[in-house]
């Protein structure tokens, strides 16, 4: 038993610092004798030594640790939360970036739940310190089958590369199409001819500033945008399979 109360603050720290340590248990730390130095350097070791595995174990993880999360294996812990269908999005992801995406991290966060907006089916969080990261909306992706499951997170995978390469990632941008183009033969087996503001067209509409001797202009011109080819190339590539695309049986997840 150590004797403390008549220690310093810090010493007293030091101490019970290393006492809480799971790893005191198995060693013989000795007692700290007061006015002893040699009695606290059991103590001091074994924090040292503390010290220098988290020093290791952030070396080994590249970086700069305070960037990175603390959990390497986000597949454990979404097949711990999730099931089958965290196993399921993890082992898609790995695929996905596998066949289209070499330059994306082995595993990134994807959680599962409801997804903001109500009708999103997935997200892609990509600004914040940790990296990207994909939520996916638990029934209507993964209660659509599988190959529904990997149509989203191919998607979002895409917004996830766009980010991380430094491109423009919004579905709008010459970026996204020019990936879309790019990966559609492999992707839905055949060629995507979609160019970005192709489906904008000019109008004569009111000048909403016309004012006589100011803006004597009675009319405008505007560019507006035609609907559907945008609205599906944003939803690339669920948007373009056909209407009886099979998309397998639909695997069991919780909804939150
Ligand atoms: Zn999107």
Not at 238 to 254: K, M
């Amino acid at each position: 038993m150590t004797s403390v109360w008549e220690w310093d603050d810090a010493t007293l720290a030091l101490v019970t610092a290393a006492e809480r340590l799971p790893l005191a248990a198995d060693l013989d730390l000795g007692d700290v004798v007061v006015g002893d130095v040699e009695s606290l350097k059991p103590y001091r070791l074994l924090l040292a030594r503390l010290a220098a595995e988290v020093d290791r174990v952030r070396a080994a993880l590249g970086g700069d640790p305070r960037s990175l999360p603390n959990c390497t294996d986000y597949r454990s812990a979404a097949v711990a939360l999730w099931g089958e269908a965290g196993r399921y999005a993890h082992d898609s992801y790995a695929r996905i970036r596998a066949a289209h995406f070499p330059e994306l991290p082995e595993q990134i966060p994807i959680v599962i739940g409801l997804t903001a907006y109500g009708g999103c089916l997935g997200l892609t969080r990509g600004g914040w310190e940790h990296g990207p990261r994909i939520s996916l909306h638990s029934t209507t992706t993964f209660g659509r089958g599988p190959r529904y499951v990997d149509d989203v997170l191919l998607h979002e995978c895409l917004h996830v590369w766009l980010h991380l390469t430094g491109r423009n990632p919004k579905h709008d941008s010459a970026d996204w199409y020019t990936a879309v183009r790019r990966l559609s033969p492999a992707v839905l087996g055949r060629e995507l001819d979609v160019t970005r503001g192709s489906d904008r067209k000019s109008v004569r509409v009111p000048n909403p500033n016309h004012q006589p001797g100011v803006d004597d202009r009675k009319t405008i011109v505007r560019k507006v945008r035609q609907a559907s080819e945008h609205a599906r190339v944003a939803r690339w590539p669920y948007a373009w399979r056909p209407a009886d695309f099979d998309y397998g049986e639909q695997i069991p997840c919780p909804t939150y």
